[in-house]
């Protein structure tokens, strides 16, 4: 659907809404492409292997991805769901290699980010690849948001992206589950204690989403004294976070060294409760 027959109240009742038409397939294509260019030959003087930088706060170090955060037809979407304030805390790739067993446990985002477990919140979630149930997409349990927070177990599964390899200890019903297929350009919009999961890639292509976790200024980090966000649109009369300015290029210094100040506080807030480290934050 076009972002002007998008309705929130729709997103209100299931806790999702999709697919989003939001970008071109030239744009969702020349995304992607920036992206294979910097795996296929790494920029100097990063701190951390590239996969991290993708894998978690990648607005803070790629102009594209803060870009993509503030697009107009993203942002008029989010827009009907959370009101004109907007800040963009977190975004991230998420990627499945062709033929691989990667998978996503069930869980529900605000269970590990320290923000509460309020409806302030909504992934953006974009697809640069086609997003079919054979490449694992994304799988939704409509009306789930309007449970509490369900108790996760971690299990640090190796062929889960997750941090922790997080799983609700709750079990979801196949016939309760909706599979989110996007084709490149088109976005679904989830809450954060949306029950989700996604599947193993037996595609012959990779599956790539661009996710955006976009809040408004009323959140505020619970579990530990500071936290960032990027500012969006509208106001922001709370100033709950440090504001992450927009990366001037790609991977420049001072991009990298916030990164590393913002991954040093987001460890502490994500390894909360957990025996183990969190590898995706090291
Ligand atoms: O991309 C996936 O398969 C899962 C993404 C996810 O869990 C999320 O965006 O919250």
Redesign the pocket.
């Known amino acids: 659907m076009q972002v002007s027959e998008f309705k929130g109240d729709d997103y209100w009742r299931d806790g999702y809404a999709f697919p989003i038409d939001v970008l071109t397939a030239a744009e969702a294509q020349a995304v992607r492409k920036e992206v294979e260019a910097f795996e296929a030959s790494p920029p100097e003087g990063l701190t951390r292997p590239l996969a991290k930088y993708l894998r978690t706060n990648a607005h803070i170090v790629l102009p594209t991805v803060a870009r993509m955060a503030r697009h107009p037809q993203v942002i008029d979407a989010v827009k009907k769901v959370l009101g004109p304030d907007l800040l963009c805390w977190g975004a991230e790739f998420?990627t499945k290699e062709a033929h691989t067993n990667k998978v996503?446990t069930w869980h529900q985002?605000l269970t590990y980010w320290g923000l509460g477990y309020g409806d302030q919140e909504v992934?953006a979630?974009i697809a640069l690849s086609p997003a079919t149930v054979e490449s694992?997409c994304?799988k939704f349990v409509a009306g789930s948001h309007k449970n509490e927070i369900q108790p996760h177990v971690d299990t640090f599964d190796e062929n889960n992206?997750l941090s922790r390899g997080q799983e609700m200890a709750v079990k979801v019903n196949e016939e309760d589950e909706v599979p989110v297929i996007l084709m490149p350009g088109q976005m679904s919009l989830h809450h954060g204690r949306m029950f989700?999961a996604?599947g193993p890639n037996v595609s012959d292509d990779r599956r790539m989403?661009l996710?955006i976790r976009f809040i408004t200024p009323e959140m505020k980090q619970q579990n530990a004294g500071r936290d960032y966000a990027m500012p969006v649109c509208g106001a922001d009369t709370h100033r709950n976070f440090e504001y992450v300015p927009d990366p001037v290029s790609a991977f420049s210094p001072e991009s990298v060294a916030l990164y590393d100040e913002v991954m040093a506080e987001h460890a502490k807030i994500m390894a909360q409760g957990s025996e183990k480290k969190i590898a995706i934050y090291s």
Request: hydrophobic share 50%; glycine share 16%.
């Open positions: 998420f996503v985002d992934t979630w694992g994304m992206l989700h996604s989403g996710v």
